[in-house]
């Protein structure tokens, strides 16, 4: 009976490791400059990045693809981030964390001191292929691309031909101080309609012409040009002014995203794509 049960064991814990294991340490070092080849295309919304540094990694990547297959969009998106000052990389699958160091390579990505989590978890896709190009077992090429403001890493191991694309949010126009030029098509002209976005602290206040506010704000990572903001507080002032502000807070609360405009605007819209505020940029003083 004692055999038996000693069995059992060791068939659990080889049923654990096989589902999910570990990723062996590697000692690869990588220097030198990430090159893209060049492109050339006829939609003037994307533009090639070529000659890219490391510091064009930086910061968190969603991934949305791999083997060209659109990742599922649920709440715990696999992302990687890259953090150039340290060398250091951190990373989910969609069930396990993993962080190592990485560094570029002629056109690779080579990911060095390769460690994960190694929890077990059932019917997430991708996990197992997600891994293996972090590994660093392999050493994937690498391109960046842009497509209006937000960027585009992909990386393909080219002996199996197994790749993945992760999308950055570019949002940092959002910041600085805003004049609030249109509420919901109307013209408004009110210097003292104001919104100051900090993306840093992820923080937004301002004035709606008669009352301050502040509040939070939110990026959905599996969302293209996603901004919303939330948990808005207000003072309670009376003016004359209680229309424009009722417009402008409930305009504030369906935003869903945001675009660049011309002339140093930017539009936020809502759920279907119809602008709710237009912004002018202002300068501080």
């Known amino acids: 009976m004692k055999h038996l049960t000693s069995i059992l064991v060791m068939a659990a814990i080889a049923a654990m490791f096989t589902g999910c294991s570990i990723m062996k340490k590697n000692s690869n070092t990588a220097t030198s400059a990430l090159q893209q080849p060049e492109h050339t295309s006829s939609n003037s919304k994307t533009t090639p990045a070529a000659g890219i540094s490391s510091e064009m990694l930086n910061g968190e990547w969603t991934i949305i693809k791999v083997k060209g297959q659109d990742v599922p969009q649920e709440d715990k998106m696999p992302y990687i981030n890259f953090e150039v000052s340290t060398g250091r990389f951190y990373a989910s699958n969609g069930c396990n964390t993993i962080n190592g160091s990485f560094g ?69 126009f959002l910041n600085g101080q805003w004049r609030i030029a249109q509420i919901n098509g109307k013209d408004i002209n009110d210097e003292e309609a104001n919104i100051f976005i900090d993306l840093s602290e992820m923080k937004v206040h301002g004035n709606t012409g008669c009352n301050f506010f502040n509040g939070e704000i939110y990026i959905d990572p599996s969302k293209s040009n996603s901004v919303e903001f939330g948990k808005m507080g207000i003072t309670r002032m009376a003016c004359p002014k209680y229309d424009q502000e009722q417009a402008m807070m409930l305009a504030l609360e369906e935003t869903t995203s945001a675009i660049r405009g011309n002339n140093n605007r930017v539009m936020l819209l809502k759920a279907d794509g119809t602008p709710v505020i237009v912004l002018e940029k202002q300068d501080v003083k």
């Open 104 to 172: 570029i390579k002629g056109d690779a990505l080579q990911f060095s001191q390769v460690a994960s989590t190694m929890m077990l978890c059932h019917n997430v896709p991708f996990e197992h292929e997600i891994s293996v190009l972090l590994s660093g077992e392999v050493a994937p090429l690498a391109t960046i691309r842009k497509i209006g403001h937000e960027s585009y890493l992909t990386l393909t191991d080219k002996a199996t031909g197994l790749s993945l694309e992760a999308r950055r949010h570019n949002m940092e």
